[in-house]
Structures are given as structure tokens and as C-alpha cells.
């Protein structure tokens, strides 16, 4: 296999990385993603709250701070652009106690006036008005008007497909394995053998980041895994709003919400582990939420999970997010210990790493011309006809399922088209129309899927960018 060489490569497909290679794809650069796993956002991005938070309870100073206020400039364009499933319902810190009413007042709206976000102090029964199912209990709310839901994986996928139609490779199902020093740059070695040199890279690899870090000799950090696990209800909750309880010193606290696709999200816990894998639930978890949730919303025992799931943040050492070349090799920039805010941070994180390239040296030119919109479809014509049904449950046509092989990001696994379209998300769970998309799936790409569940459909993962416009 003859080395490859690249500007600039970022290592993790997961929102960050893929913002920050959306970002670098509007220049003349060569560049690249390179993601582990067979598809963008397998890692935190796809398991989160989907907060669109406006850092109104960041540290000020910090750095997460610094990129959410970038941030809450970029996500309306952004949110156009990439056609994001988006509800700007706002949210309300409920006070429970007099206790959680004076930190309200001495901590977060001090907090909120100096990261430049606008906050609101309701009374009960305004807060009960607009959220009926709130505890009687309360005393009143901070409303945070700019906080919105988002759908992470959509913003993920989207970012990632509009970098791969300005040329960027999107390397996927191909770890890096190890680093090496290069007088061209660094030498990145993937799991198959394939060798890039890239005079810099970016390290966007979410929990993984501090052993990528270690491959030049940077142990200036390290990542501990806190896990988060969730329930999801389609109970009709009678909230408006996004109903956050006073932080705890571990986490942002158990809340609930409403989600893009419909029904509601309860949770997350705040578990730290040793194990960066380990997304389980567990019976002690479930209880946690449950009992979280409960002093908000006292009903919330009674709802009905249709599904319980988790995700695992990283959590930095420095206490903050790191973005700065590397100590060790100013030719790696870090994008790392991107803890609870990660989705929301994402677009000014990619402007901060941009700027930090360009310290690094790095010389950009703008393109003449390049892609910032996602088109509706893709495909031939008869792709984007409905077709019969493939997926009775949730209504998934053929045409549907056709039109996500043919984005620039294409699925390789049922997972990743389950993403796409919601197929197979229904009551049977994809028993009735897994063998017809795995049909489809042969028709479109005229690979016989070797794997037929979520794993892999084939082995050859690497969706070369095509011509820059
Ligand atoms: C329970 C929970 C709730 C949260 N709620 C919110 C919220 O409401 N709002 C919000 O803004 N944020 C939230 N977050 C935080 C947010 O999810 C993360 O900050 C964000 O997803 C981090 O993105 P990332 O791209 O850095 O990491 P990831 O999404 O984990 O991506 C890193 C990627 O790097 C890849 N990788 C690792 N090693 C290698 C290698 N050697 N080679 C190639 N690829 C590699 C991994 O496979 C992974 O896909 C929450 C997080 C959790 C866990």
C-alpha cells in the first residue's frame, strides 16, 4: 500500500472531529477523518442528553466557556445549513428548597451575566403554567431561553457528509495504531496497515484521546470514563421546557426532556468506571434517574421505558477542555477532555482548532467555491421514489432507505441505516425488515452483506471526498 499524504488529518469521527473537518474542508487542503469504527458518532456523540446548552452555567474563563459563547453565534446557521431536527424550547433550573433557590440566585444567574447569557427568574406558578407536571413543591425556576434540543447524530453525519462533498476522505472502520515522527509531518500507522503521513493532525478521539496523545509521548493528561444512563418514555409529559434540577458538584444533575423524534429523555447518572467500553445499565442506575427525576416531576416512577441506554463522557484531568497544539509535537493539536458539553461546543471548538493550526503554522486559502448545505436527497431520481414500505412499523420506504446508501457518508452496518432512516426501530425491533433492506442493500452496492445483523455489511470502508467545487 504506497503512503498517503494529507495536510491535515483528524483522528475521532465523532461531532467534534467531524465539525472541526467541516470546517477545514471550506479550505484548499487535502485532509482526512479517520474513525475506528464503522460509522461517525459511535462514541459519546451518539448517547447524550442533545442539549444545545448556551454555557450559561460554565465556568467563566474557562475554555468551555470560550467555545460554547463561539458556539451560540454559529448553531442558527448551522442548524439551516445542515437541516439539524431542532426544538428551541428553552429550559428551567427548578428550585425545590429555599437551599437551591439562594445557590439559584448566588451562583447561577451571577454566573449567567458573566458568560453573557440571558436568564430569568419565574415563580411557581408561572413555572407551573408552563410545566404542569413540575413538582408542587417547587418555588420557582431559573428559565435559560437559548437552551434547545437537538439530534446529535443528524448534526454528526451532517457535518461529516458536507466535508466529504468538498473532497475530504472519510476513513472509516480503521483505527490509528500508532504514531510516528516523520520529517514531513507525522506518520499515522491504521489498523490495516495503511500508512499517512499528515504535517498535522488534529486528536478529536473523545475517550481515547490520552492514548492517541501518548503514541508522540504527550502524558500531560488523562481521561477517566463517567458514564451516564438514561431511560426513554413516550408518556405524554405535560412539560414545555427542558426541566434541569440544581447541578450537583459531579454533573449538570438528572434531568428530563423532550426529544427531537418525539417522547421524552430521563437522566443521565454520573458514574465514573474504568472501563471506556462499558455502556451498560444497570438496575442501581435506572433507580437513580427514576429518583432524580421524581423530585422534579413526582410521576415520573409511573412512566413506561420503551428503551434505557448510556453513554460515556470523558473527563479531564485539567478539569476543562484542552485545545492546544501538543507539548510534545506543536504538529498535533488537541481537541481533547471535551467532557459534558461536547454537541453544544462543537462548531466553536472547530474554531478554535482551526486557529490553533494556524498558530501552528498551518497556511489556508479559502476555496472559490464550497458546499455548506446538505441537500435534501441523494441519488438517482428513482432512488427518491417512495417505493413499497420496507419497514412497516415506522413507515421506512424503499425510496428512503435507497436515498441514505447514496449519501456521501453511506451506510455499512444495519446500525448505521437503522440511523439514517429509523428502520427497524419499531415493536419488532427489525425482525420484518432486516432482510429486505439487506436486499436493497445488495442491489445498491452489488455486495452480496457478508454480516447480516448490526454488524458489518462489508469490509471496505473508505469514502474517498470527491472533486472540490
Ligand atoms: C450521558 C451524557 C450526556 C451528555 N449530554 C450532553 C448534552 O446534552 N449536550 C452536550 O452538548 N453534550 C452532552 N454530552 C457530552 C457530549 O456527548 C460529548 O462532549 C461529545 O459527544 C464528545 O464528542 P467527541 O467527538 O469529542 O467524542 P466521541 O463522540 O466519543 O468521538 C471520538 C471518536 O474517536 C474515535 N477514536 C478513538 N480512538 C481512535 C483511534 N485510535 N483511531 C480512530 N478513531 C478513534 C472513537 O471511536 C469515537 O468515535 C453528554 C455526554 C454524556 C456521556
Not at 468551555?64 to 428551567?92: F, H, M, N, T
Request: proline letters at 6%.
Amino acid at each position: 500500500m504506497p503512503t498517503k499524504t494529507k495536510d491535515v488529518v483528524v483522528i475521532g469521527g465523532g461531532i467534534v472531529g467531524t465539525a472541526i473537518l467541516r470546517k477545514l474542508s471550506f479550505y484548499r487542503l487535502d485532509i482526512a477523518l479517520i474513525e475506528k469504527q464503522p460509522d461517525v458518532c459511535e462514541g459519546a456523540s451518539k448517547a447524550n442528553s442533545g442539549i444545545i446548552h448556551t454555557g450559561f452555567d460554565a465556568k467563566p474563563g474557562s475554555v468551555e466557556a470560550e467555545c460554547l459563547k463561539l458556539s451560540r453565534d454559529l448553531w442558527p446557521q448551522l442548524i439551516e445549513d445542515c437541516k439539524i431536527p431542532y426544538i428551541p424550547c428553552g429550559a428551567v433550573m427548578v428550585a425545590t428548597s429555599e437551599e437551591e433557590k439562594q445557590i439559584i440566585e448566588n451562583t447561577y444567574i451571577p454566573n449567567a451575566e458573566a458568560n453573557g447569557v440571558e436568564v430569568e427568574w419565574i415563580g411557581k406558578d408561572e413555572l407551573l403554567e408552563m410545566n404542569p407536571a413540575v413538582t408542587p413543591n417547587a418555588l420557582g425556576g431559573l428559565v435559560v431561553p437559548g437552551e434547545a434540543l437537538c439530534d446529535p447524530f443528524w448534526a454528526t453525519r451532517s457535518f461529516a457528509e458536507i466535508a466529504a462533498m468538498n473532497g475530504a476522505e472519510v476513513i472509516l472502520g480503521n483505527g490509528v495504531r500508532h504514531i510516528e515522527r516523520h520529517p514531513e509531518g507525522l506518520k499515522l500507522i491504521l489498523a490495516d496497515g495503511q500508512e499517512i503521513v499528515s504535517r498535522y493532525v488534529v486528536n478529536a478521539a473523545g475517550l481515547w484521546a490520552d492514548e492517541i496523545a501518548a503514541m508522540i509521548g504527550d502524558n500531560s493528561f488523562t481521561l477517566t470514563p463517567r458514564k451516564g444512563q438514561f431511560i426513554l418514555t413516550e408518556e405524554q409529559v405535560p412539560i414545555s421546557q427542558i426541566i434541569l434540577p440544581v447541578p450537583t458538584r459531579k454533573s449538570k444533575g438528572i434531568l428530563i426532556s423532550p426529544v427531537v423524534f418525539g417522547g421524552f429523555l430521563l437522566g443521565p447518572t454520573a458514574e465514573d468506571q474504568e472501563d471506556k467500553w462499558d455502556r451498560s445499565t444497570t438496575p442501581e442506575g435506572i433507580e437513580a434517574v427514576l429518583s432524580g427525576v421524581e423530585k422534579l416531576i413526582p410521576e415520573a416512577r409511573n412512566y413506561e421505558s420503551i428503551r434505557q441506554f448510556a453513554g460515556v463522557r470523558a473527563v479531564c484531568s485539567e478539569g476543562d477542555f484542552i485545545i492546544r497544539p501538543s507539548a510534545a509535537d506543536r504538529r498535533m493539536v488537541l481537541a481533547v477532555g471535551i467532557r459534558s458539553t461536547g454537541v453544544s461546543a462543537s462548531p466553536g471548538i472547530a474554531e478554535m482548532v482551526f486557529g490553533q493550526l494556524q498558530e501552528a503554522g498551518l497556511e489556508a486559502e479559502l476555496r472559490d467555491s464550497y458546499v455548506t448545505e446538505i441537500p435534501e436527497l441523494f441519488g438517482e431520481a428513482n432512488e427518491q421514489e417512495v417505493g413499497e414500505i420496507v419497514c412497516l412499523c415506522r413507515s421506512i420506504s424503499r425510496g428512503e432507505i435507497m436515498n441514505a446508501m447514496s449519501r456521501p457518508i453511506a451506510p455499512f452496518t444495519i446500525d448505521a441505516i437503522k440511523r439514517r432512516t429509523g428502520a427497524t426501530l419499531g415493536e419488532c425491533q427489525g425482525n420484518c425488515c432486516i432482510p429486505k433492506i439487506l436486499d436493497l442493500y445488495e442491489e445498491k452496492t452489488g455486495v452480496k452483506p457478508s454480516q447480516p445483523l448490526k454488524g458489518l455489511l462489508q469490509s471496505n470502508l473508505a469514502h474517498q471526498g470527491g472533486t472540490p467545487t
